[in-house]
C-alpha cells in the first residue's frame, strides 16, 4: 500500500513537472484511478473548459443562440430518435438501415437550421424570422413523428397532446 501511494507521488510529480513545462500557470487537478492497481490520469481542467467553451461556440455560430425553441427541437430529436430506435427493435429493422434514414434525417434538420440561421445573420440581418420558423416548422413535424411512433408501438396519447400537434392552423 505504502509503495503504490510513494509510485502514484512520484509519477503526480514527474507528470506535473512535464506538463508545468510546456503550459504554465494552469491548475492540474489528478485523478487517480486505480483499476488492478495500475492506473493514472492527469487531467487539466483549464484545457477542459477551453474546449467546452470551443465547442458552445462553434454550435452557437452553426446553430445559432440556444433559446427555447431550439432547445426543445434537440430535446425532440433525441426522444424521437429513442422511440424510433425502439420501433425499429420491434419491427426488426436492420441496424444499417435505422441509422440512415434516421441518424441522416435528424442531421439534415440540423443543417437545414444552420443554413438558415446563417442566411439570416447575413441576408436578413434582422432578427432571425427565417431560423424561428424552420425550428417551428420541426417542432410540429418531429412532435406528430413522436406522436406516431408512440402510437405504434401501442401506448395511449392524451387527447390534449394529440390536439396539440393534429393541427396548427387551429389555433
Known amino acids: 500500500m505504502i509503495v503504490k501511494q510513494a509510485i502514484i507521488i512520484i509519477m503526480y510529480n514527474y507528470f506535473n513537472n512535464l506538463i508545468s513545462t510546456y503550459i504554465s500557470n494552469y491548475s492540474y487537478i489528478v485523478l487517480i484511478v486505480e483499476h488492478w492497481g495500475r492506473s493514472l490520469l492527469s487531467i487539466d ?4 473548459n477551453s474546449c467546452y467553451e470551443i ?9 445559432g443562440k440556444m433559446d427555447d425553441s431550439l432547445y426543445t427541437l434537440l430535446f425532440l430529436i433525441m426522444a424521437n430518435l429513442l422511440v424510433e430506435a425502439i420501433c425499429a427493435i420491434q419491427k426488426r429493422i436492420s441496424l444499417e438501415k435505422f441509422i ?5 434525417h435528424k442531421i439534415l ?4 437550421v444552420s443554413i438558415t440561421n446563417v442566411l439570416d445573420i447575413h441576408i436578413v440581418k434582422n ?3 427565417l431560423r424561428s420558423s424552420t425550428i417551428l416548422y420541426y417542432l410540429y413535424n418531429e412532435g406528430r413523428l413522436l406522436l ?13 397532446l394529440k390536439d396539440f400537434f393534429r393541427s396548427p392552423h387551429n389555433k
Do not use: A, E
Open 100 to 104: 440512415f434514414h434516421s441518424f441522416t
Open 127 to 129: 432578427g432571425s424570422i
Open 148 to 160: 406516431y411512433n408512440i402510437d405504434q408501438l401501442g401506448l395511449k396519447i392524451p387527447s390534449k
Open 45 to 48: 481542467i483549464k484545457i477542459l
Open 55 to 63: 465547442s458552445r461556440n462553434l454550435l452557437n455560430w452553426f446553430l
Open 109 to 112: 434538420i440540423l443543417v437545414l
